[in-house]
């Protein structure tokens, strides 16, 4: 097995690009991008690329609130349950 290598993880069936090695423990282990794991080489085995899907990240913007409107936030989730009663 080689960096780039399309692999699959045998007991989940996981398809993903090998992007690292490291040794540990006397094993040797393979990181695959697809879920950014690491994988003890011996429960991989090379795999049609077709079964393999590119791995995409979507970033989306985040608006930064300023404290004031954090706490206006806050106090809209502030639910007054003092007429609800338990169910068991």
Do not use: H
């Not at 040797?28 to 991989?44: E, G, H, P, R, V």
């Not at 085995?45 to 077709?50: A, E, K, L, V």
């Amino acid at each position: 097995m080689q960096l780039e290598d399309i692999v699959k993880y045998l007991p989940t069936s996981s398809v993903g690009k090998i992007v690292a090695f490291r040794e540990q423990d006397g094993r040797t282990w393979a990181k695959l991008d697809y879920t950014n794991l690491w994988y003890d080489i011996t429960q991989l085995t090379p795999c049609d690329p077709s079964e393999y899907k590119t791995v995409s990240v979507k970033y989306r913007e985040v608006k930064q609130k300023s404290p004031e409107d954090l706490l206006k936030d806050l106090n809209k989730e502030d639910v007054d349950i003092s007429g609800f009663s338990p169910t068991a």
